[in-house]
Nanobody
Framework: QVQLVESGGGLVQPGGSLRLSCAASEGTLGALHIGWFRQAPGKEREGISSISSTSDNTYYEDSVKGRFTISRDNAKNTVFLQMNSLKPEDTAVYYC????????????????????WGQGTQVTVSS
């Protein structure tokens, strides 16, 4: 059973950048589909990006397209989320999650299909 640990969150000014990491503290990520989700206070958890096990397919929610980039380094057992041009509305707790590779053929931005979650990392965008 893989265990996930997110890092890289923090406080950043609008227009700034952060790079989140999702590392496996146990197990390997190589065969898994990985997603990034976020949850703001009082809102439901939403999928913002995901990547297939081979990196052949990436997915982005409309509000982050062109600003966020997901990538993975299976040799380092880590998935990254580069976030540029951050906005106050990006403020949330960000979670990474892992699921079977078949997620790529289903609905890769739906939390229901993921079975392993990290503890989350806070991202705050404020001046």
């Amino acid at each position: 059973q893989v265990q996930l640990v997110e890092s890289g969150g923090g406080l950043v000014q609008p227009g700034g950048s952060l790079r989140l990491s999702c590392a496996a503290s146990e197990g390997t990520l190589g065969a898994l589909h990985i997603g990034w989700f976020r949850q703001a206070p009082g809102k439901e958890r939403e999928g913002i990006s995901s990547i297939s096990s081979t990196s052949d397919n990436t997915y982005y929610e409309d509000s982050v397209k062109g600003r966020f980039t997901i990538s993975r380094d299976n040799a380092k057992n880590t998935v990254f989320l580069q976030m540029n041009s951050l906005k106050p509305e990006d403020t949330a707790v960000y979670y990474c999650a892992a699921g079977p590779s078949s997620i790529a053929t289903l609905r890769p931005m739906v939390p229901l299909f993921y079975d392993t979650w990290g503890q989350g990392t806070q991202v705050t965008v404020s001046s």
